[in-house]
């Protein structure tokens, strides 16, 4: 390679958007992104219909790991703000109990809380090994609280059957909760609330969470060919072919589009690694806002919903993370988040009207709330979550390797295919690392290099 690597970046999400606003930062000029949409931001861009509501896609919040990060949001923001504390329920047995739900179980029917607790002391007496992620939760949790709430819950959100998923990445996605805990739940009323890395948050003043990568661009713009979508790599020759016919040579490639479309679009390719991507699963979504011309009434941030009678696992009070993400004052916007894959058909023909449906079954809105709807949105993403399958580590630790050995680096939400680093301030984290990487040797922290043999089996 030369000192001066031609960098091409694939994407201008935030993991691209990230590399690119480090690499003006270093002065460094030869580069360039290319990005499929005539917009930047990938999954985390917002967009505002014709009525004047403002959407995301599934509802993000802001909270980082890193300083940099930190004070990139904080560059970009100025004081155009909010910030929040986190106010997250459970809906289920048709009431709310506050989230995380394995911390709060006491509101529940007494023979919920009979199994949840029972079966908690149990697991935690015994010494149970698992090797995956439904195994995990019966030996973490028992039996109680994985029928009542983490097997159901978990399958909303994945569409994926949990026995079918890892559990490495759990770290700070799950709330682990020791039978004390529960026990000074249960009997001395002591609700726990502020578990988790998000108890507080910041927000867009106005854009929604697109606002920031909008910013972000204007550090990249010189760089950015927008509506240039990538159709064929040739890792040998190093160069992109783009769908309008144009090549971009590379001396090092970052690509954040999904790893498994990478492999798909490049040539002479080893039938190891192309093998080697089916054991990458994913979900798509169905995210549906709903406007209604009446005030919130509530102080919520989001709730989620284990149960099976309504689509969505998750509804987002967005109107209550700014006053501008509706168009007049006191007006409420719902946004729903609603899971889908081979394993859990949803149609887009009817998810409109089904969650319409399930939000006035769980009472965030009245039946006469109908008359006050005043628009509805719907976005639906083939690929949301980069499921944490049984089979991902050992397709990452074949298909990784190799394509460093070509000079690409495959980072971001499905570009690196890995959930537990899947966040915003992850994947542009990883963007500035790449950067940091190709042009100082300084080492990657933030991706983890997974491989054959990284789930295991565990025992507690
Ligand atoms: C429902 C949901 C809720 C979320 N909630 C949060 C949250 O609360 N907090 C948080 O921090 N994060 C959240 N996230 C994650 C966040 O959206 C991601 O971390 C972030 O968008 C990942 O950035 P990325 O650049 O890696 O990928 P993406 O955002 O997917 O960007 C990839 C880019 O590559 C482009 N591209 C794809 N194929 C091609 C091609 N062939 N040629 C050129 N360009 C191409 C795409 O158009 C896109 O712009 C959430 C995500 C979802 C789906």
């Known amino acids: 390679m030369t000192s001066q690597p031609r960098i091409v970046i694939i994407g201008a999400g935030p993991t691209g958007l990230g590399a690119g606003y480090r690499l003006q930062e270093l002065g460094y000029d030869d580069w360039v992104i290319l990005e499929a949409a005539d917009y930047v931001g990938g ?57 995380p739900f394995q911390n709060n179980i006491r509101a529940l029917e007494p023979q919920t809380v009979f199994e949840c607790v029972e079966g908690l002391v149990r697991a935690q007496r015994e010494q149970r090994t698992f090797e995956n992620f439904k195994e995990w939760v019966d030996a973490l949790f028992g039996p109680g609280i994985a029928k009542h709430f983490m097997i159901p819950y978990n399958f909303k959100v994945w569409a994926t059957p949990a026995e079918l998923m890892n559990f490495v990445w759990i770290g700070e996605r799950v709330s682990v909760v020791n039978s004390e805990a529960v ?19 910041k927000y867009p003043l106005r854009g929604g969470t697109g606002f920031l990568y909008d910013g972000l661009r204007t550090y990249v713009d010189d760089h950015l060919e927008l509506e240039t979508p990538v159709a064929s790599i040739d890792p040998v020759a190093k160069q992109v072919r783009t769908k309008d016919g144009r090549t971009w040579d ?50 919520k941030n989001w709730i989620y919903f284990p149960e099976p009678d309504v689509p969505f696992y998750r509804v987002t009070y967005l109107s209550n993370y700014s006053p501008y993400i ?135």
């Not at 026990?183 to 948050?201: A, C, I, K």
């Not at 949803?346 to 089904?354: G, L, Q, S, W, Y």
């Not at 990784?400 to 971001?412: A, F, M, N, T, Y």
Request: hydrophobic fraction near 35%; charged fraction near 25%.
């Open 250 to 299: 590379y001396d090092v490639l970052l690509n954040t589009m999904p790893l498994n479309r990478l492999v798909d679009s490049m040539e002479s390719v080893p039938e190891t690694v192309r093998a080697a991507k089916d054991g990458l699963h994913w979900s798509g979504s169905h995210i549906v806002g709903v406007g209604v011309d009446r005030p919130a009434n509530s102080t």
């Open 326 to 460: 509706t168009p007049k004052p006191d007006q409420t916007l719902f946004l729903t988040e609603t899971s889908r894959s081979q394993h859990k058909p949803e149609p887009a023909d009817t998810i409109v009207d089904r969650v319409i449906d399930g939000l006035i079954a769980t009472r965030l809105m009245d039946e006469s709330d109908r008359d006050l709807i005043a628009t509805t949105w719907l976005c639906s993403p083939d690929m949301s979550y980069p499921v944490p399958s049984t089979t991902r580590d050992a397709a990452l630790g074949t298909i990784q390797p190799w394509l460093r050995s070509q000079g690409i680096w495959s980072r971001g939400r499905f570009g690196a295919w890995l959930y537990e680093i899947g966040n915003m301030d992850h994947s542009a984290m990883q963007g500035v690392e790449f950067v940091d990487h190709v042009l100082s040797g300084e080492p990657e922290t933030v991706w983890i290099p997974r491989g054959e043999g990284e789930q295991g089996a565990g025992i507690r």
């Open 43 to 99: 999954l985390a861009t917002s967009f505002t219909d014709d009525k004047g509501f403002t959407y995301d896609i599934g509802g993000h919040v802001m909270f980082s790991h890193y300083a940099y990060y930190d004070d990139l949001v904080d560059k970009l923001m100025g004081g155009d703000y909010t910030e929040l504390e986190r106010e997250a329920w459970v809906w289920m047995e048709d009431r709310f109990i506050p989230y």
């Open 183 to 201: 026990l000074r739940n249960v009997l001395l009323g002591e609700d726990q609330v502020s578990w988790g890395p998000n108890n507080t948050f």
